[in-house]
Structure formats: C-alpha cells, structure tokens
C-alpha cells in the first residue's frame, strides 16, 4: 500500500552532506532524485549563523529555488555545548536564546514551519527537574519569538547516553506541558523513540496526532540513524501507524553513519528506492 505523498510529505536531511559538501550540491543531487522537500542544519559549515546573526541568504534561496525544493525544517545545530536549551550559565543562556531566536527567524526566512528542537542536557550532577525547567523556560522565551513568524518549535528526544533530560516520551511531556504554548510541539525520532523501548504508537497515545508535527523517520538496531533495510525495524508498519494516526508532517531522514557521509548519494539513493514503495 501507499501511504504518503513522495512530493508532500518525502524529506531528506542534509545532516550527511553537512560537513563534506555544500549546500548547493545537497540541492542538486536532490533535484536528481526526485526529492522536493528538505531539511537544512544551520549554525555550521554550510549555513553559517551564531547568537550575533545570521549570514545573507540571497544565495542559499537562490540554489533552493532553483532546484525546485523546499525547506520544511531547520535544525540549528544543538549537538554541542555552545548553544543547548538547557544550559546554566547566564551569559551562555542569552547567548543560546539568540541563537536560537535566529533559527527561527531563519525558518521564517526559507519558508520552513518547524524548528527542530531538543531538550538539551542539564547538569548530571544536578536535581534532573532543574535542567527540564531551564528547557522549559527558553522554549517559553522562543516561542515568543516564533508565533508572529508562524514557526513551530518541535522538540525531540535524545539517547540516554546523549541526554537525561529528555530520553523518554514522559520527560519531554512534563517540558511541553510546562511550556504550554500553541508553537511548542513534539516530533518523534525513531532511534532514541526505540532506544527507550517505546512505539510510535505510545507517542500518539500520550501527546495526540495534532501535537506530532514533524519526524525523524529512520531505520536502526535501534541504536543507531540507519538507511531502510539495514537495521531491524519495518519500514511499512511504521509507516502503516503513522498514517492510520493522520500524520500530516514530514517523513524526514535523518542518517548519520560515518560511511554514509563519505557517500551521500549512494546512500540516499538506497534509502529512496527502499522508501519509493510505501509512498505514491
């Protein structure tokens, strides 16, 4: 069965061409391969933008444009200490605040609804509840800045290795109730969603179809960010629950392998081939 539109909801993440091609040939190759939507990291090579501002965008939208694609998602990168959510120190929060207050501002300027989001990481020597309440407060802050630019936040779990702030669906539920905005949202990433034993079916349970706005859709074992085939989950009954949800974000890949970064192309277009039976 199909389940999706492969023009409407099909997405890939430029997170495996991030540090070893520009953004220019990611759009290229996608255009090749028949893929309309994309999700861009910003905050590094590629795109640059840090807490002071962001750089001019006239030709990243142009190679966009060209290419015909469209952005559906930023992720301002969040994987080190430099800008995290939940970070202590007063000069680094406001710092983070700003970062993250461009993210959004950069979402609004490519056309993307959705920043991707993360909890960050408290101190893990610190009462777990202090570092979920710093989230908590800088995405109260953020979606401030989001609502007039019409920006979903989406905030995602980690690995317990990578986070004890957010690793399970209930942790992030105490965040997005404690946050308690219409621009907060949840979105699912399949490997830490597995890593925590849980299903796609618990985070539809727990936070409703309407609060599930954007996914990274990905194989694993469950540990890791793997193409479709080479990990152990079944790509049509994720996809099966998904759409008997009514999901309507994006299917996005997400694939982090290190052989996959030294071949892009050739793994998209296994992961494509293997997804192009499920969408119409």
């Given at each position: ?92 929060r406001e710092r983070t605040f700003n ?78 109730d404690k946050v308690n905005h219409p ?98």
């Amino acid at each position: 069965m199909k389940y999706f539109s492969r023009d409407e909801q099909l997405c890939n993440f430029n997170i495996h061409y991030q540090k070893k091609y520009s953004v220019e040939y990611f759009c290229a190759r996608m255009e090749e391969m028949g893929i309309k939507n994309i999700e861009l990291i910003a905050g590094g090579q590629g795109i640059v933008m840090d807490h002071t501002g962001i750089e001019d965008t006239t030709e990243l939208k142009a190679s966009i444009a060209k290419h015909g694609l469209r952005v559906r998602a930023v992720s301002a990168e969040s994987c080190g200490y430099q800008y995290q959510y939940a970070a202590k120190d007063p000069i680094v929060r406001e710092r983070t605040f700003n970062f993250f207050a461009n993210g959004i501002r950069l979402c609004a300027d490519l056309g993307a609804e959705v920043l991707q989001a993360n909890a960050g990481w408290g101190f893990w020597d610190e009462p777990l509840r202090e570092g979920q309440d710093r989230a908590a407060e800088m995405f109260r802050r953020l979606c401030e800045v989001a609502e007039p630019l019409g920006v979903m936040i989406a905030c995602e779990t980690l690995r317990p290795q990578e986070s004890l702030s957010a690793y399970r669906m209930d942790e992030v539920k105490y965040i997005f109730d404690k946050v308690n905005h219409p621009n907060f949202k949840v979105m699912l990433d399949l490997c830490a969603m597995g890593v925590a034993g849980e299903s796609i079916q618990d985070w539809f349970d727990l936070f409703g179809a309407e609060n599930i706005v954007h996914t990274h859709f990905q194989d694993g074992t469950p540990y890791f960010h793997m193409i479709w085939g080479e990990g152990k989950r079944s790509l049509e009954d994720d996809l099966r629950t998904m759409y008997e949800h009514g999901y309507k974000g994006m299917i996005s890949q997400e694939i982090t392998m290190a052989e996959y970064q030294q071949q892009p192309v050739e793994y998209d277009r296994k992961n494509f081939a293997a997804l192009s039976e499920y969408f119409y």
